[in-house]
């Protein structure tokens, strides 16, 4: 953690601080406090040294590390957030750790994972240093009705985070894709845990996964035309730990509003989602034929009426089926 605790120094100062200062307030020798600076040098950190004056960070590659982080997030809230180059998937590393009693807003962080997950057994395409994948342990107090809400409270949370980290204006499509421009930027799956003699909810953990510095060749074929990245968007390379802080800022909040916040992130969800007024198909059963339906509303739980061509007038729910549009992804 040397390194770790000498970057988050020199990434949280714009000026110049002295090896003695580091030293001081890591607890370390001088030696190591050079030995730490030579190591991030060699990982591609730019930091310029000055007699009587110290160290000062000029740049930074776009890893992923505790020190990277400590540069932009408090050290007090990293303390319950893990930081790996590689995982199966943060889901499930996470899930391990909430059966173990990890306490609610605990985070698990990879740079890459080997089986991401996404929506009904889907894969989630999660490359090494492309992408943001995060998962988040929440521990509520709420109705299983609540509860189902949960999906459409992080989707509005990681919207917000976008806008404030990137200056975007993302959409959300029912119930919890994040879009730019018509087409996929995140992705998020929750996944609860229940006691199983009381049926009350121990634990939901919440994995957010985002398309950053991914060009269009790094997605498999059959997703070139429906996703998208925020280098992009952005028309260049996007820095990971600043949407990191935003995003784990916005969960936080929404840790702290859940489920009481109900019609400030409804109203949200509302104007950002595009999908009513539109024609739309629906899949009950992946594989079958789907139903074509008119979206009408987003109702007050969240869940999205839709009429029929027969007439009929449905309510759908999240996790019970999958939308297209009739001409795209939206």
Known sequence: ????????????????????????????????????????????YEIESKTRLGYRLLSSPDALSY?????????DRLKT????????????????????????????IADYQESGKGRRGRSFVSP????????????PECTADEISQLTAFTAVAVSR?????????????????ILVNGRKLVGILTELSVE????????CVIGIGINVNLDLEDFPQDLRS????????????????????????ELDKLEDNF?????????YYRMHCPIPGKKINVYKIIGKDPVTAEALEITDDFSLKVSYENGTVEDLRSGEVTIRGTEGYI
Not at 92 to 99: F, G, P, V
Not at 128 to 139: A, E, V
Not at 259 to 267: G, I
Request: with cysteine.
């Open 196 to 203: 199983s003699e009381s049926g009350s909810i121990t634990g």
């Open 128 to 139: 090494k240093g492309s992408g943001i994948y995060l998962s988040y342990l929440l521990r």
């Open 67 to 75: 020190g990277e982080l400590a540069q932009y997030i408090d050290r």
């Open 226 to 249: 429906k996703a998208t990245s925020l280098s992009l968007v952005k028309n260049g390379p996007v820095k990971r730990a600043p949407v990191i802080k935003e995003l784990i800022s």
């Open 1 to 44: 953690m040397t390194r770790d605790d000498v970057l988050g120094i020199l990434g949280s100062n714009d000026d110049y601080v002295s090896g003695q200062m580091i030293s001081e307030q890591l607890g370390l020798s001088r030696a190591a406090v050079n030995l730490a600076v030579r190591s991030l040098r060699d990982e591609g």
């Open 81 to 108: 957030v893990t930081v790996l180059d590689h995982v199966d998937s943060t889901n499930n590393k996470l899930k391990t750790m909430e059966h173990e009693g990890a306490p609610s807003g605990s985070i698990v």
């Open 161 to 177: 985070s976008l806008e404030k980290a990137c200056g975007i204006e993302p959409q959300i499509k029912w119930v919890n894709d």
């Open 259 to 267: 489920p009481a916040a109900k019609e400030e992130y409804l109203d």
